[in-house]
């Protein structure tokens, strides 16, 4: 096994990476800003070293200086953790070219991936379903309305380079696109320096639910089942949950087969999650390949009693899958719910200092999280400062255990969508177990703009 | 004469008005960036731009004055 592990994020991801190497008595190695010198990866690590100034560019996203660190420290992998460099394909192969181990996939993979564009082709090689939709860029605003009438609408119109809901936006008739395609177009190029954009058909009453695999060196790929997480705003997820309380074990065993196709068919190894959109009829289509550990894992960790960080470790280090697919069994419920520091209406967001912060304990609870009393919430990063994890027996109990656990989440100092989070979790739709991606717009917001400060 | 302010600490990420530009009252005069997320800044009276006092690219604080108007 690796002795020193280097890990190329912060927050709460760095906290969780750094628990499974102490557990496998590997040292850690933390990077981090001048805005992160107080945080807790950076006291929790073996040794930690500052890479630069606050903006990600100068630190977090800087290869040379994280190089610089490894070989310094003589750590012999790097864990990317998600988000920064994780599905960068310049690191993955810097990492590689100086004889480091690289835990995700190869270089290579991450690339063919990157593009949604180029996925889309690839899985439909793979005999995966895709979305009835264009598989070459789209130049202008007037073939993007050529395109678009021929699909029909409403359409998806999407950044091939995209993430996090940045370059993508639903568009209802010819006039929306003609508003929507530059706007899209101009904020992918400066966000990802590519502004290739493509159009999907959009499935009315989607659910977001993908696949969890993991794939070892030797040709093994194993499915973890699924995780729903149709609960977003602004295209970024709140509510995970495991497993889909929505589909059936047919469209189960269906989407593990795609998911273990699709990566065979790319040579997929290590941790890696196809996501799909579910129809209301159970129809299933792929929509992207995260090469990399999810924010959402920990709901997989706690119905199959997987360590996922372990996992790719050992696979990293090329070891062999120790189970097969019959071997993994789900159990019970498991619930994620992202702590974000914003306010709960307009998801404006709200930097500042915690003044107070406590944390609900309790059977069945497990916390993510990055801050502390008196941490604080920079503008320099993403706001989730915090992940809730409930497991329960049955989706009741963890749905009942989850909003005991969020009336008891005391966040002080700045606003927080703790509020959001629990007229959610506590919402008789939801309580149902039907949500669909446009349950904040229908359900969420409607009522809850009387709360709205 | 009103300065308008950041409403949110962040970088300034575009300046969409440029000095000596008529402006109406509501308009998105700079749009900031904090924690991955575009911020716009509206103009809350019409008037001129009379000075940019935030450049692309700064780092500002809460209530940082970015855009003189008169």
Same mark, same amino acid.
């Given at each position: 096994?690796?002795?020193?592990?280097?890990?190329?994020?912060?927050?709460?991801?760095?906290?969780?990476?750094?628990?499974?190497?102490?557990?496998?008595?590997?040292?850690?190695?933390?990077?981090?800003?001048?805005?992160?010198?107080?945080?807790?990866?950076?006291?929790?690590?073996?040794?930690?070293?500052?890479?630069?100034?606050?903006?990600?560019?100068? $630190?977090?996203?800087?290869?040379?200086?994280?190089?610089?660190?490894?070989?310094?420290?003589?750590?012999?992998?790097?864990?990317?953790?998600?988000?920064?460099?994780?599905?960068?394909?310049?690191?993955?192969?810097?990492?590689?070219?100086?004889?480091?181990?690289?835990?995700?996939?190869?270089?290579?993979?991450?690339?063919?991936?990157?593009?949604?564009?180029?996925?889309?082709?690839?899985?439909? =090689?793979?005999?995966?379903?895709?979305?009835?939709?264009?598989?070459?860029?789209?130049?202008?605003?007037?073939?993007?309305?050529?395109?678009?009438?021929?699909?029909?609408?409403?359409?998806?119109?999407?950044?091939?380079?995209?993430?996090?809901?940045?370059?993508?936006?639903?568009?209802?008739?010819?006039?929306?696109?003609?508003?929507?395609?530059?706007?899209?177009?101009?904020?992918?190029?400066?966000?990802?320096?590519?502004?290739?954009?493509?159009?999907?058909?959009?499935?009315?009453?989607?659910?977001?639910?993908?696949?969890?695999?993991?794939?070892?060196?030797?040709?093994?790929?194993?499915?973890?089942?699924?995780?729903?997480?149709?609960?977003?705003?602004?295209?970024?997820?709140?509510?995970?949950?495991?497993?889909?309380?929505?589909?059936?074990?047919?469209?189960?065993?269906?989407?593990?087969?795609?998911?273990?196709?699709?990566?065979?068919?790319?040579?997929?190894?290590?941790?890696?999650?196809?996501?799909?959109?579910?129809?209301?009829?159970?129809?299933?289509? *792929?929509?992207?390949?995260?090469?990399?550990?999810?924010?959402?894992?920990?709901?997989?960790?706690?119905?199959?009693?997987?360590?996922?960080?372990?996992?790719?470790?050992?696979?990293?280090?090329?070891?062999?899958?120790?189970? $097969?697919?019959?071997?993994?069994?789900?159990?019970?419920?498991?619930?994620?719910?992202?702590?974000?520091?914003?306010?709960?209406?307009?998801?404006?967001?709200?930097?500042?200092?915690?003044?107070?912060?406590?944390?609900?304990?309790?059977?069945?609870?497990?916390?993510?999280?990055?801050?502390?009393?008196?941490?604080?919430?920079?503008?320099?990063?993403?706001?989730?400062?915090?992940?809730?994890?409930?497991?329960?027996?049955?989706?009741?109990?963890?749905?009942?255990?989850?909003?005991?656990?969020?009336?008891?989440?005391?966040?002080?100092?700045? =606003?927080?969508?703790?509020?959001?989070?629990?007229?959610?979790?506590?919402?008789?739709? *939801?309580? $149902?177990?039907?949500?669909?991606?446009?349950?904040?717009?229908?359900?969420?917001?409607?009522?809850?703009?009387?709360?709205?400060? | 004469?009103? &300065?308008?302010?950041?409403?949110?600490?962040?970088?300034?990420?575009?300046?969409?008005?440029?000095?000596?530009?008529?402006?109406?009252?509501?308009?998105?005069?700079? &749009?900031?960036?904090?924690?991955?997320? !575009?911020?716009?800044?509206?103009?809350?009276?019409?008037?001129?731009?009379?000075?940019? &006092?935030?450049?692309?690219?700064?780092? &500002?604080?809460?209530?940082?004055?970015?855009? !003189?108007?008169?």
């Amino acid at each position: 096994m690796f002795k020193k592990v280097l890990i190329a994020n912060r927050g709460e991801i760095a906290r969780r990476i750094i628990r499974t190497c102490k557990r496998l008595d590997i040292e850690t190695v933390a990077i981090y800003s001048e805005a992160d010198a107080n945080s807790l990866h950076v006291k929790e690590a073996t040794e930690s070293f500052c890479i630069g100034k606050p903006p990600v560019a100068q $630190s977090y996203l800087n290869v040379e200086a994280i190089l610089d660190v490894a070989k310094q420290t003589g750590a012999d992998a790097v864990h990317p953790g998600y988000g920064l460099l994780s599905e960068n394909t310049a690191f993955a192969k810097r990492v590689e070219e100086a004889g480091l181990t690289f835990i995700g996939p190869n270089s290579d993979v991450i690339q063919a991936m990157g593009s949604k564009l180029e996925a889309r082709k690839t899985m439909q =090689q793979a005999g995966v379903p895709i979305v009835q939709g264009v598989n070459e860029p789209i130049a202008d605003t007037d073939e993007a309305a050529k395109i678009a009438e021929e699909i029909g609408y409403p359409v998806m119109l999407k950044a091939s380079a995209g993430g996090g809901g940045i370059g993508m936006q639903l568009v209802n008739n010819e006039e929306e696109l003609r508003k929507a395609f530059e706007g899209n177009q101009k904020r992918a190029q400066s966000f990802f320096g590519d502004g290739t954009m493509f159009i999907e058909k959009f499935i009315a009453e989607p659910h977001h639910v993908e696949v969890q695999v993991l794939a070892d060196i030797h040709g093994n790929v194993v499915p973890v089942f699924e995780r729903e997480c149709s609960i977003q705003r602004r295209n970024q997820k709140v509510v995970e949950e495991a497993p889909s309380p929505f589909i059936s074990e047919e469209t189960r065993n269906k989407m593990l087969d795609a998911a273990v196709e699709a990566a065979k068919h790319i040579g997929y190894t290590n941790a890696g999650t196809i996501e799909f959109l579910v129809d209301r009829d159970q129809n299933f289509y *792929f929509l992207e390949m995260n090469t990399r550990l999810q924010v959402e894992h920990p709901v997989t960790e706690e119905i199959t009693g997987l360590d996922l960080v372990e996992q790719q470790l050992k696979v990293a280090n090329g070891e062999k899958l120790a189970f $097969s697919r019959e071997d993994i069994q789900k159990k019970g419920h498991a619930i994620e719910v992202r702590i974000y520091a914003e306010h709960p209406v307009t998801f404006f967001p709200s930097p500042g200092k915690i003044t107070k912060l406590v944390l609900p304990e309790g059977e069945g609870i497990r916390h993510e999280v990055a801050v502390e009393t008196g941490s604080d919430v920079t503008p320099f990063y993403d706001p989730m400062i915090g992940k809730l994890v409930v497991f329960g027996a049955t989706r009741e109990e963890a749905c009942a255990r989850l909003a005991n656990a969020l009336q008891n989440y005391i966040v002080e100092g700045i =606003q927080t969508n703790i509020p959001m989070l629990l007229d959610t979790v506590t919402h008789e739709q *939801f309580l $149902s177990g039907i949500t669909t991606t446009k349950f904040v717009e229908e359900y969420y917001l409607p009522k809850a703009t009387v709360i709205g400060k | 004469m009103t &300065i308008v302010k950041a409403s949110m600490a962040g970088t300034v990420w575009k300046i969409l008005v440029a000095e000596g530009e008529q402006v109406s009252a509501g308009q998105d005069v700079v &749009i900031l960036e904090s924690m991955k997320m !575009e911020i716009p800044i509206a103009a809350e009276e019409a008037g001129t731009v009379k000075r940019i &006092i935030a450049a692309e690219g700064d780092f &500002i604080n809460v209530d940082d004055d970015l855009v !003189e108007i008169e």
